[in-house]
């Protein structure tokens, strides 16, 4: 195909000779695009191309996805399961039987030594709903460990937190067709173009169409806090006081919706005595956002005729995580604004699959939103599943954070970690590689064995990867997505699913259990547990997902499309029916920068890069744009350090130091800086992570640094290495 002028440099696209089209969804963000995959002649995958028909991308694509196909052949894939002795000895090449075997044998002599909850297991956000499920019968209904969670502690935790003491329930209400009625959005600690640029291509859209105001409240100017009409450069940490100073002014000059409250709230006098006293003045002095920015801001939310207010890791990733997506759903309440067309307190998700984790994996609960707390469902389930319901604990056990602890005061002696990669993305890295060397017996089970993680472990389970297998994905609008197989997984490497079901026959209990083989009887099994609850998915098969690229939950039998929104009718899911306020009084509990530690040091994700770059880190087309850690650095407070544009610098906090590129933006405040958290060895090594009370998730957005120049790489380099071998 040619393109351009014809006789001068004209634009070649080579034929990539694809002969058909398959259907997936992206396997990175929560923003669900359906995506084609190509394959050639040979059955290679050569191309991708976004669905046309799919609601959530209409055709497009972010730049990840567009290259995703080409992970089937990146380097780093583990072909074998490996094995060894002890994590000092080189790995050996073992068969699956072996492999296995040590696992289960291992997670029997721990648990027999030292108790059922000293093994524990810990997943991820990414891999199949149907693999979720059947992991989390395993975890509960045949191992029987209480520590049993998954990375969602250090990215939705927050979100599910607040959603579940706010309306009795996860789930978030709202959907992207909501900017396409919405009076006024506020976006909360999101930087949507480069984290979810296909939503952000929804909401500008829906923008360009209609021009309702953005409010962007993040302590950086962002790429959509440039777009935004009113930026609220916040003092990092204190967004409750924001939410509690915008309730008090929609309160006070008569703008909140009293009927709505009265009907489907409780709390509101209690609620309304704490908002009583956050006026904006004393907001301001807390928040660094003057009081009549607040005072318009709320104007402008209460007046509008539906008002909605999306979040991210901004909100969840903080100690007052819980409490800020509370904040944000009593504005909701306190206006009306709860599953109606443009009004919805709508969190936006993270991993691609966080939503099947949260619904199915039985990780904080039983399947399908259900509690250990609850009698009734222990025992619907039990039965179900055909174990004792008084094999089940009675509440939930530790959180993945809490977990770590707990290997460090040696209560949990054996780890599982199922597609996640603490050793990069937790915090305080030093202390997570100790933690990992204090343990009897770790098994990684990753699509890469280059993983860091992978470093301190006994046995390494290759995994297949997203559409080398097949099952379900649900995005952050609660639609469930179809991934249909696209190519036979890398080398030996097998579906989470398999090795899951290999590990149950190993087990007494499990071969006395079914654990059925193809995912889609397994989600046969989730549609008959699904009926009645919340997240009904009944009236849904692969076929009418494909069919429909996507459909929203609640979907029961019989219902041809998906909903859009919860809570339509007011009812929500606590004993009562009721929505509560609660009033959140503001404690500020963060390191926060003095003397010594001047900088605020802010975390976060650029758009090339996914995560810890397992993945990322190996496509040509988004590394070669990324390539390096670098550091965001106001000119003003670099100018005083003596510190130039691309030059290198050294940070250091109270828990360790890391060498990183000087990027000198007005985008980062004079006394704040922000790292991507993408890189081993940087960041995390820095992050405090202080812990939520409620959500136990970690504040990775806030820690205080010094920063120096480091002119002698060498030197630095040398200094990593030493304190390392140290
Ligand atoms: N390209 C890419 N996309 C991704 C991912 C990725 O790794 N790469 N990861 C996915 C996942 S799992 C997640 S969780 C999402 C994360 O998506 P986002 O949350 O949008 O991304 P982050 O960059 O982590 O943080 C968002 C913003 O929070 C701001 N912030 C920091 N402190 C505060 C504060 O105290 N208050 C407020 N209001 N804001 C604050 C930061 O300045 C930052 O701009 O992205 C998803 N999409
Ligand atoms: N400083 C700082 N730290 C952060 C954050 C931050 O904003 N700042 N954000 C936090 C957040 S929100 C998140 S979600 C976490 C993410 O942290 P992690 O979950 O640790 O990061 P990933 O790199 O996504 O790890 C996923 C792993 O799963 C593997 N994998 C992919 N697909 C499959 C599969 O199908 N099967 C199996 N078995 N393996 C697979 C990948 O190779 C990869 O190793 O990081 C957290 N860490
Ligand atoms: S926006 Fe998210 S889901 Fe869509 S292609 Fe990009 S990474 Fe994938
Ligand atoms: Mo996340």
């Not at 930026?231 to 002014?249: C, K, Q, R, S, Y």
């Not at 604990?393 to 954070?401: A, H, Q, S």
């Not at 009418?544 to 859009?564: D, H, L, N, T």
């Not at 550091?631 to 828990?655: C, F, K, Q, W």
Request: aromatic share 8%.
């Amino acid at each position: 195909m040619l393109f351009g002028r014809r006789n001068k440099n004209p634009i070649r696209l080579h034929d990539k000779g694809v002969v058909e089209w398959r259907y997936t969804t992206c396997g990175y963000c929560s923003t669900g695009c359906s995506i084609e995959v190509g394959l050639d002649r040979e059955g290679r995958p050569v191309s991708a191309r976004g669905v046309g028909g799919a609601d959530v991308n209409r055709g497009k694509l972010c730049l990840k996805g567009i290259l995703e196909y080409e992970l089937f052949r990146t380097p780093g894939r583990g072909a074998h399961p490996l094995m060894r002795a002890h994590r000092t000895e080189p790995f050996r090449r073992v068969s699956w039987d072996e492999a296995l075997d040590r696992v289960a044998e291992e997670i029997k002599r721990i648990q027999a030594r030292y108790g059922r909850d000293a093994f524990a297991i810990l997943s991820t956000g990414q891999i199949m709903t149907e693999e979720f499920y059947t992991l989390g019968k395993l975890a509960r209904g045949v191992i029987g460990t209480n520590n049993y969670d998954g990375n969602t502690t250090l990215c939705m935790s927050s979100a599910v937190s607040g959603y579940k003491r706010s309306f009795g329930s996860d789930g978030p209400p709202g959907c992207y067709e909501d900017f396409e009625h919405t009076g006024c959005l506020i976006a909360v600690g999101s930087n949507l173009p480069e984290q979810h640029p296909v939503i952000y291509w929804r909401l500008r859209e829906a923008r360009e169409r209609r021009g309702f105001p953005l409010i962007v409240v993040d302590p950086r100017v962002t790429m959509l806090a440039q777009q935004a009409d009113v930026h609220l450069a916040i003092e990092p940490g204190t967004d409750v006081v924001l939410f509690n100073a915008l309730a008090h002014v929609i309160l006070k000059e008569g703008l909140a919706d009293m009927d709505y409250v009265r009907r489907h709230t409780t709390g509101f006098e209690d609620f309304a005595a704490e908002v009583e006293r956050w006026d904006p003045d004393r907001a301001a002095r807390i928040t660094g956002i003057d009081a009549d920015t607040i005072r318009h801001v709320a104007r402008t939310f209460g007046q509008a005729e539906s008002a909605m207010v999306i979040w991210t890791m901004g909100i969840n990733q903080s100690t007052h995580g819980s409490d800020g997506v509370v904040a944000i759903n009593n504005l909701c309440l306190l206006t009306g604004n709860v599953g109606k067309p443009g009004g919805s307190p709508l969190s936006i998700t993270g991993q691609c699959n966080a939503m099947g984790t949260r619904e199915w994996s039985s990780c904080s609960g039983l399947p399908g939103y259900r509690l250990l707390e609850n009698p009734e469902h222990r025992e619907e389930i039990a039965r179900f599943w055909g174990v004792d319901p008084e094999f089940f604990p009675k509440r939930r056990g530790m959180f993945m954070t809490d977990i770590f602890r707990a290997i460090e005061t040696g209560r949990v002696k054996g780890l599982w970690l199922i597609a996640t990669n603490p050793m990069t993305s937790m915090p305080n890295t030093e202390r997570i590689r100790r933690t990992l060397e204090k343990l009897e017996f770790l098994v990684v089970q990753d699509a890469y064995e280059d993983v860091e993680t992978n470093q301190y472990s006994h046995v390494y389970l290759p995994a297949a990867l997203w559409a080398e297998k097949e099952g379900v994905f649900t995005n952050t609008e609660r639609r469930v997505n179809l991934i249909r197989n696209v190519c036979p997984p890398y080398g030996e490497s097998k579906p989470d699913l398999w090795i899951f079901n290999q590990i149950a026959r190993r087990f007494e209990q499990g071969r006395r259990m079914r654990f059925p083989e193809t995912p889609r009887q397994v989600f046969e099994e989730m549609k008959q547990l699904s009926k009645g609850r919340l997240v009904d998915i009944s009236g849904m098969d692969y076929e009418k997902i494909e069919a429909q690229r996507g459909i929203q939950w609640p979907c029961p039998e019989g219902q041809e499309k998906g909903s859009p929104r919860l809570y339509t009718d007011g009812r929500f899911q606590h004993p009562d029916g009721k929505a509560r306020l609660i009033p959140l009084p503001f404690e500020d509990n963060n390191e926060r920068p003095d003397e010594e530690y001047p900088f605020w040091l802010n975390t976060g994700r650029v758009v090339e890069h996914f995560h810890t770059r397992t993945r990322t880190g190996k496509i040509g087309n988004l590394n070669r744009f990324s390539p390096t850690p670098y550091m965001e650095m106001n000119p003003d407070a670099a100018r005083e350090l003596g510190i130039e544009h691309m030059s290198y610098a050294r940070v250091t906090s109270r828990r360790g130091d890391a060498v990183v590129l000087v990027q000198l933006t007005h985008r980062v405040p004079r006394n704040m800086v922000f790292i991507p958290f993408h890189f081993h060895d940087c960041v995390n090594r820095l992050t405090l992570g202080l812990l939520d009370p409620h959500s136990r998730q970690p504040a990775y957005k806030q820690c205080a640094v010094r920063v120096e120049p480091a002119p002698d790489q060498q030197a630095a380099a040398r200094r990593n290495l030493a304190a390392r071998a140290y």
